[in-house]
């Protein structure tokens, strides 16, 4: 629940850098706190394997077709590069797919009905095919979750067993070589999608034949932090309906902290914090939710109804910290802290810098969250991480 009085916002970790360094709340220092957080959430995740952060997701593969048969139209036709199939459908997922005709994979370009595909400019068999030719379409690569950054294990269910993972220049190599026919995928890759900014994605080979359910653990990046703070207007409630007045509220806020207050000044953290225009201000939230769904500009859905209605009161909307608090934030307050000494060039910027790698240290410790064999006495548990290189 949302009402939980660990989470910490944002805005919270932005105010706390600008009181650590005890340097003024001006637009510069608060543009470089924000730049500061971002990058220390960024690498966090990178320090070691983080318990709060793995995460386990499904994937069906789209089975392979070799039914009917097709015809090439190289160019000329009512869309260049055509591809028209005699009977049937092509798969609706057909442009993430390969088409094989005379034993060579080609590109698809896009579907462009249920009947056609185009092919890729630099990959077609560059001549026209005869009516009649039989053909095989599949699909063996599938985009990750946006949040993706490394593979765990991944599982078979239907046929229980786990998939081996290889460098894509082996996968690569094999498929070419033998395994380019359809077939029980055994070995993976992981790479990127080529169609989206930083998109990773898993080929399979052979290429599935069927629709194969895998079930896998990823290590995964913590939900983007995009509002720093937004009060315009204000609110009031009714169950859990949040009505705005003069508001235009976020169009990305789902899933962001909404804080009541229950006057006209804008509500703060248990330790205070600043206004929009750089007054410090001690005026306790007096309930926080997670917000569900914005319905429209002045229109919120929040996780779980106030004990006492709020009628036209300031509020604040902050993106949350997605990091385990008992064992992972006291380590990302320090390395933002890291960051921010930098940016700003102060004196304890190197004092900062040793003060993280300690915590990260503590911080791994606490992350083991079952119990464990300890190692060998005097043996440093997290050796292996070089915390140094990271930050």
């Known amino acids: 629940m949302a009402s939980n009085p660990s989470i ?31 990058t220390a959430y960024r690498r966090l995740p990178n320090f070691t394997r983080w318990k709060s952060l793995e995460r386990r997701a499904t994937l069906i593969t789209t089975a392979s077709q070799t039914s009917s048969t097709l015809t090439f139209d190289f160019t000329g036709g009512a869309y260049e590069r055509m591809a028209t199939i005699a009977a049937g459908t092509w798969p609706t997922d057909a442009a993430e797919g390969k088409l094989v005709i005379a034993n060579r994979a080609y590109i698809i370009d896009r579907r462009v009905s249920s009947t056609i595909v185009t092919l890729d400019a630099n990959s077609n068999p560059g001549a026209d095919v005869a009516a009649g030719t039989s053909y095989t379409w599949y699909r063996s690569t599938y985009a990750l979750p946006t949040d993706f950054r490394k593979m765990g294990h991944m599982f078979d269910v239907d046929n229980e ?23 029980t995928p055994w070995e993976a890759a992981i790479r990127g999608t080529g169609d989206y900014v930083s998109r990773m994605s898993v080929e399979f080979s052979p290429p599935p034949d069927a629709a194969y359910y895998y079930d896998y653990v990823y290590e995964a990046s913590p939900r983007p932090l995009l509002i720093e703070k937004y009060s315009t207007g204000t609110v009031s409630t009714s169950g859990t309906a949040v009505t705005g007045s003069g508001t235009v509220f976020p169009t990305d806020c789902e899933g962001a902290i909404i804080r009541f207050g229950t006057n006209t000044l804008e509500p703060t953290n248990v330790a205070g914090g600043y206004d929009s225009f750089g007054t410090w201000l001690d005026n306790r939230y007096v309930a926080q ?6 319905n429209s500009d002045t229109a919120l859905v929040i996780d779980e109804a106030l004990s006492t209605e709020l009628t036209a009161v300031k509020y604040t909307i902050s993106d949350p910290i997605d990091l385990h608090v008992s064992a992972m934030f006291t380590a990302f307050q320090r390395l933002c802290e890291a960051e921010f000494a930098r940016m700003v060039s102060h004196k304890m910027a190197m004092q900062k810098e040793a003060d993280a790698f300690r915590e990260l240290r503590m911080a791994m410790e ?26």
């Open 161 to 183: 067993k786990e998939i081996r993972f290889v460098h894509s220049d082996t996968l690569h190599e094999g498929s070419i070589r033998i395994y380019d026919t359809p077939d």
């Open 289 to 294: 939710r997670r917000i569900l769904g914005r």
């Open 8 to 38: 910490q916002t944002f805005r919270d970790i932005e105010e706390y850098l600008v009181d650590s360094l005890d340097v003024p709340a001006s637009g510069r220092n608060l543009r470089l706190a924000r730049q500061a957080i971002l």
């Open 366 to 391: 606490a992350d083991q969250v079952h119990s464990y064999s300890a190692g060998p006495q005097g043996v440093d548990k997290f050796s292996h991480v070089n915390i140094t290189d990271s930050v």
